[in-house]
């Protein structure tokens, strides 16, 4: 069920809308430009992958889990990847302890399809014994401060830490599977990466805050791979949006993502 | 288990441009709209895509449960989309799954827009989606028919919703693709739309996809969504005049027992 938690006051609402019209915002920056981005790769020693993730205000922390399970029967020689995120009660005073909500869900099923759909994965290469045995990544994002734009901060997140996974090499023998003390990189061959814009009144912006994100009509975040192709797309919220809002966010989408891909710290870190 | 084997196609286009289920690139799939069909619901529809078979009832505004929901301004729209445990090949599990629970949140969003919901504050509108058979689409054929449910309840609405999805088959921008089209092509685009006011209410995206390519599928979509609206025009025509027809037999009825 939604949550009843997106109320303004009206001061702030007025003073968003009418900043936007003169291509302003409330805390300076230009209708297309992000807030700051620092990405660090293997925080958590404990995690195969890790990163944490601040924009402007809001942080998160993205951790990978590595596991042998067995694969689906409809793809019996490929890895197994799942996304979850969690929204805990310390991120804001509207969330609350239990199970996934819909905005969790969502959030997580988004970023999941980013990372599916660019095939950023090569999850033939996770396959161990085919039909019985492969490494199954658990990719959980924790919110821990929620001022904006979880989406972007998310798949940031997510990406580096994927990129961040050491995993043991495996040896076959006798059908057992035996873990060998050599570590190597996870398998990544894409770097997806999203943009998510916010429409207040009939203005776009990018890399929405807090105050922005209660007051716009909709949301929308396209997923952009190296290449300049769209692999996800999700417009949320109960406004609309025009065929020329969608055509301006790709064109400002294709620059943004480049410039974010820029900077996710690559190769070896301390993870 | 799979009892009924359904035959995967080698090829989802054939050489003569022609889709699994016969259709050329840019057709719809055969569609059935009914307005009004259940008896106990405000405002009901049915719609037949392809294989699709879906239910939608709306109930409301009503009273709100629990009341602490109750918004001051409006009502609260909510919507309930799932999939019946025998409308997919391997039997679905009747608790709702994660995608069950995201598609309600954007067929919701879809919905919202159309909606003078600022007319009934304190209240709840509920939308109940049944997905009976699933053919690839259902969000979208969803959306469709709740729009209908939603006009038959009599709630006030700015304009109606249309949706459909455009797909990448082999390489093909396809309109309205179907379950195997879903599962074994590139790329799938839900849209829906208020056609008279040409305002986008739902856009979700998987596969990968040129800017081009986008551009493409859109615009198909957008098209697509025109023609539905037409079919749900009809349909509702097709209701008020069974209503009015209903009416001048009760009037009739009442004039000889007078």
């Not at chain 1, 993730?53 to 990978?64: N, S």
Request: glycine share 6%; charged share 30%.
């Amino acid at each position: 069920m939604q949550k009843i938690h997106k109320i303004a006051s009206e001061i702030e609402k007025d003073s968003i809308i009418s900043l936007a019209e003169k291509g302003k915002r409330l805390d300076g920056r230009g209708l297309e430009d992000f807030r700051e981005v620092t990405i660090e790769a293997g925080v958590i020693e404990k995690a195969e992958g890790s990163a944490y993730v601040t924009l402007g205000d809001t942080k998160i922390m993205a951790g990978v889990k590595l596991e042998i399970g067995e694969p689906f029967p409809d793809t019996p020689d490929k890895g197994v990847f799942t996304v979850n995120a969690e929204f805990v009660p310390l991120a804001s005073p509207v969330f609350e302890p239990g199970p996934p909500d819909e905005d969790a869900i969502e959030l997580a099923r988004v970023i999941d399809r980013g990372i599916r759909e660019s095939e950023a994965i090569d999850l033939e290469k996770l396959c161990i014994i085919p039909g019985e045995k492969v490494w199954i990544a658990f990719i959980d994002i924790y919110i821990l401060d929620h001022a904006g734009n979880l989406f972007d901060a998310s798949t940031l997140g997510s990406i580096t830490a994927l990129l961040n996974t050491k995993m043991p090499e495996v040896k076959v023998e006798n059908g057992e599977v035996k873990i060998l003390d050599k570590l190597v990189s996870f398998p990544i061959r894409k770097i997806p990466v999203s943009v998510t814009f916010a429409k207040i009144n009939d203005k776009l912006v990018v890399d929405p805050c807090i105050e922005e994100e209660h007051v716009m009509n909709a949301r929308l975040t396209i997923t952009m791979d190296e290449n300049d192709n769209i692999v996800a797309m999700q417009k949320g919220g109960a406004g609309t949006l025009k065929t020329e809002d969608i055509y301006k966010a790709i064109e400002i989408a294709k620059v943004k993502t480049k410039e974010l891909r820029e900077k996710i710290p690559r190769g070896v870190s301390n993870g | 288990m799979k009892f009924i084997k359904h035959e995967i196609p080698q090829k989802l286009i054939t050489e003569d441009g022609l889709r699994t289920d016969g259709r050329r690139f840019h057709e719809l799939r055969p569609i059935k709209l009914e307005v009004g069909i259940l008896k106990r619901a405000d405002g009901s529809a049915y719609i037949e895509q392809g294989r699709n078979k879906i239910m939608v009832a709306v109930y409301g505004p009503r009273e709100l449960h629990p009341r602490h929901l109750a918004l001051p301004d409006k009502a609260l729209l909510r919507c309930f989309y799932r999939m019946a445990s025998f409308s997919v090949e391997d039997r679905k599990s009747p608790a709702p799954s994660r995608r069950e629970i995201e598609l309600s949140k954007v067929i919701r969003e879809a919905l919202e827009p159309a909606i003078f919901l600022e007319r009934f504050p304190k209240t709840a509108i509920d939308v109940f989606i049944e997905v009976l058979q699933a053919d690839g689409g259902t969000r979208c054929a969803s959306i469709t028919s709740a729009a209908l449910a939603l006009a038959d309840a009599g709630i006030p609405m700015r304009d109606l919703v249309s949706a459909v999805a455009v797909g990448k088959v082999d390489g093909h921008i396809v309109l309205d693709i179907n379950d195997l089209e879903d599962k074994y092509g590139e790329g799938d685009m839900p849209t829906a739309m208020m056609p008279r006011k040409k305002e986008v209410t739902l856009i979700q995206l998987d596969g990968q996809w040129s800017i081009e390519e986008f551009k493409q599928g859109f615009e198909l979509a957008l098209k697509g969504c025109e023609q539905i609206y037409q079919l749900q025009r009809e349909a509702l025509k097709k209701r008020y005049i069974e209503i009015r027809e209903q009416a001048a037999k009760e009037m009739g009825e009442n004039a000889e027992n007078t």
